[in-house]
């Protein structure tokens, strides 16, 4: 990438770079009067949206900041996420084209993704704290995730085209974000955790942990070692946009390839952390998110097991029940990631608002020790837990 061009937008610069664009691509219809918005969360990357007051016609520009700002200070980032990002985005759209925000445009050298705007949409995390429910939820992140790890692995992919992918999406540096905030700092007495005094004596027994330091260790060797599929990398209930009916992935900038169980992991673990705080605050079961979290694990068995079947993987294979194998190990992989996220959310640097925004001290440290709690046993009892009823199960038990 030629940095020299580089340089983060204003709003002001972003109309002019969209009326430029204009011309050459027609995106919006001449003449336009264009305004312009950033919305983004400000941490890593821009967000503007840009619209056109004549026509009502709208899209998005990510940009990515050549820095990180993370606790007041900055720290260097590669803009070369953003390529990461746009090619994840479209790969994902040769086979889950509906789940996917639809690329524009892009530009390598200002780091920048034009996208399509999904203002109707509503953040995952912002509508389940407001107590929306999403029936149509865990069917689409179950699609998605059984087509984007198929076909995207040795089983739905050509061997050339799985070592195109590999070298294409190398991602060390989003890589190593994740290496150091979820599976290492938060076992241990590191600077950039942050969490409440309340949690002092549970996190220095967790610190104390040996058993479950060297599980955890076992599970960032896999992060950084499994390379089984593109997987998003970052799939947290803010990294999904939903309406009543419908869902899309976005933010894919932390892609690579990696265990195919890393997905799925998170996204259990970011409904879990969900369901930690209603329990906490109301004391009630709360069975549509465990409905959730049990359709996207079954979806994504069924449609994987069906991608599976249509491409003879058995029959290449030549041995029956290597499916259900690669199965029951994806499923332990994502029950021990999922572990990881939900003790890196409470001691970790970056929290979730469903917890955090628990404004009783009692109920909110209820919450965070459940999800500590869930957390070591996810990760110490991952090879005991089957199917996802037994994980079920031992959630209600735990809350
Ligand atoms: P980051 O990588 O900085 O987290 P995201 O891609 O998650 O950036 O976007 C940050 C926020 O910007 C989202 O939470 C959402 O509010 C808004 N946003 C991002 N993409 C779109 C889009 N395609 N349409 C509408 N809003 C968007
Ligand atoms: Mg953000
Ligand atoms: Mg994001
Ligand atoms: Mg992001």
Redesign the pocket.
């Known amino acids: 990438i030629a940095t020299t061009s580089y340089e983060p937008l204003t709003e002001e610069t972003a109309i002019a770079y969209i009326e430029k664009l204009n011309q050459k691509l027609g995106l919006f219809p001449a003449p336009s009067l264009l305004l312009c918005k950033e ?7 821009y ?1 503007f ?1 840009l619209s056109d007051s004549l026509s009502g016609q709208s899209l ?1 520009i ?1 940009q990515a900041l050549p820095y990180a700002k993370v606790v007041g200070e900055s720290w260097p980032l590669t803009l070369r996420r953003a390529k990461i ?1 746009a090619e994840a985005l479209q790969k994902a759209a040769e086979t889950v084209p509906s789940l996917v ?1 639809n690329v524009i445009h892009t530009d390598d050298d200002l780091a920048i993704t034009i ?5 109707d ?1 509503t ?1 995952l995390r912002k509508g389940l704290i407001d107590g929306e429910t999403y029936p149509n939820l865990g069917r689409h992140i179950g699609i998605y995730l059984a087509k984007t790890i198929f076909h995207s692995s040795p089983f739905g992919e050509s061997q050339q085209e799985i070592k195109e992918i590999s070298v294409r999406f190398t991602n060390p540096e989003l890589c190593k974000i994740t290496e150091d905030l979820v599976f290492t700092d938060p076992f241990f007495d590191h600077d950039t955790n942050d969490f409440e005094d309340h949690l002092k004596d549970t996190v220095n027994e967790l610190w104390k942990n040996e058993e479950l330091k060297l599980e955890a260790a076992k599970l960032k060797y896999t992060f950084l070692t499994k390379s089984e599929a593109l997987i998003h990398g ?1 799939l947290h209930t ?2 999904v ?1 939903v309406t009543a009916e419908e869902t ?1 992935v ?2 894919p ?1 932390f892609a690579f390839y990696g265990p195919a169980g890393f997905d799925l992991g998170l996204f259990i673990a970011n409904i879990l952390l969900n369901t930690i705080s209603k329990t906490a605050i109301d004391e009630q079961q709360h069975s549509d998110l465990y409905q959730t979290i049990t359709e996207t694990v079954e979806v994504f068995k069924e449609e994987y097991k069906k991608l599976c079947q249509n491409h003879h993987v058995e029959a290449f294979i030549q041995t029956e029940g290597y499916v259900d194998y690669m199965l029951a190990t994806i499923f332990e992989d994502a029950v021990g990631f999922a572990g990881c996220e939900l003790i890196r959310r409470i001691i970790g640097l970056a929290h979730v608002a469903d917890i955090d925004n628990i404004s009783d001290c009692q109920k909110r440290l209820c919450a965070q020790k459940n999800a500590l709690e869930l957390g070591s046993t996810f990760i110490l009892k991952r090879r005991n837990f089957r199917t996802i009823h037994q994980l079920i199960q031992e959630t209600k038990d735990v809350l």
Do not use: A, R, T
């Open positions: 919305i983004g969360d400000g941490n890593l990357n967000v949206h998005i990510k990002e925000p996208m399509e705007d999904l203002s949409y953040i970052d803010g990294s946009f899309k976005i933010d900038e």
